[in-house]
């Protein structure tokens, strides 16, 4: 088998084994439809060490409902797994920029959040081999930064919904090519 055979076969079993990573982005979600609510709630002070300390929530949730969704996201064999879980792990060093923000301007996390969150994910457009990670890649980096342009005072109101609704539109978008690819196998053996 050649090198592009095998790399082939590790883009298909790592897909197929975490389900394209999507119960990570359900609870990504789940989590941005909480904060939605948040300004209403809590006072504009916390709100961004709430959502900063609240994203670290979005993996652990992520692994339960990976077990729930009968997905492997840890997984160890696979050398692009690998490869994946280390881009998601970069997300730790965007906290001290998050802080930073957090104490310069707090209006503009949400768009820190939405850039360099939605960035980490075009890197599972090539692991995966899906169109999926392009779209919530380009839709929450645009539609954060859109928002925080021309609605900065209304950030945490209007960016935390347009993000759960892109990796919704993502987890559509998944699902289908994941039914896809079972219909193409179920094809190939008949």
Do not use: C
């Amino acid at each position: 088998m050649n090198n592009n055979g095998l790399f082939m076969q590790l883009q298909e079993n790592v897909s197929r084994r975490a389900k394209k990573g999507y119960p990570i982005l359900l609870a990504g979600a789940l989590f941005f439809i909480l904060v939605t609510i948040l300004p209403y709630i809590i006072s504009k002070d916390m709100l961004p060490y709430v959502w900063i300390v609240g994203m670290g929530s979005i993996f652990p949730l992520g692994l339960l409902l990976a077990r729930i969704l009968q997905a492997e996201i840890t997984i160890t064999d696979n050398p692009l797994a690998i490869l994946g879980g280390l881009a998601g792990g970069v997300q730790v060093f965007y906290i001290p920029v998050f802080i930073i923000i957090a104490k310069l301007d707090p209006n503009w996390l949400p768009a820190a959040v939405g850039l360099l969150g939605g960035s980490h994910f075009l890197i599972y457009m090539w692991v995966y081999r899906s169109k999926a990670y392009l779209f919530i890649t380009i839709a929450t980096g645009v539609s954060s930064l859109f928002l925080s342009i021309f609605f900065l005072e209304m950030s945490y109101q209007l960016v935390a919904p347009a993000i759960a609704v892109v990796y919704g539109i993502g987890i559509v978008m998944i699902w289908s090519e994941l039914k896809q690819e079972v219909h193409t196998d179920t094809q190939q053996m008949m």
